[in-house]
């Protein structure tokens, strides 16, 4: 079955930086668009990046563009979030999430991994 | 950038009742529209996809309906582990928005 595990979260001073990975399993990681979306406490949900298949055209959303890079290494099945610039805003639990080919909702979902900017 | 709108908030039912909850977005999506179920401390789950496919193992009693501006999810009659909340969300432009949530609680 689909698996999508991430970690790398934690707590951090803003400013700062943080590399969020997402270890894939269960399919074929190469063939499929690849997300990441936060939820903030207690509020909804918010699409960060978005990179497709193979990893050369990467999408984002304007709260990160910048200080966010999404990034994928096929031959590892694993989806990566790098965070810099950090602020009290980006903190939340980031999930990992699919996307079938071709059409951008979100068919399978990790756990989650928190990130808690805070002095 | 699109944005969609859940209502209501909250929506009081008690099982085996019928829940109706809607998202309208502001500018067309023609159907380009899903909706998440999450329960407290879990990741979301797919429900439906393009306003009114249902994911894979989802029950028969959630379905979609809507175009435009106007989707609705109903859930026929509710089961225990239905109490949630609901998020939709558009895949029409960028970016990719959601709604806010519809907390669907015990009565």
Known sequence: QVQLVESGGGVVQPGRSLRLSCAASGFTFSDYAMHWVRQAPGKGLEWVALILYDGNN??????????????????????YLQMNSLRAEDTALYFCVRSPPGRYYFDNWGQGSPVTVSS | EIV???????????P????TLSCRASQSITTYLA???????????????????????????????????????TI???????????????????????GQGTKLEIK
């Open chain 2, 76 to 98: 026929s009659s509710l089961e225990p582990e239905d109490f949630a909340v609901y998020s939709c969300q558009q895949r029409s432009s960028w970016p990719y928005t959601f």
């Open chain 1, 58 to 79: 990467k999408f984002y959303a304007d709260s990160v563009r910048g200080r966010f890079t999404i990034s994928r290494d096929n031959s590892e099945n694993t989806l």
């Open chain 2, 16 to 19: 085996g009742e019928r829940a």
């Open chain 2, 35 to 73: 909706w998440y179920q999450q329960r407290p401390g879990q990741a979301p789950r797919l429900l439906i996809y393009d306003a009114s496919n249902r994911a894979a193992d989802i029950p028969a009693r959630f379905s979609g309906s809507g175009s435009g501006t106007d989707f609705t999810l």
């Open chain 2, 4 to 14: 969609l709108t859940q209502s209501p908030a909250t929506l009081s039912l008690s």
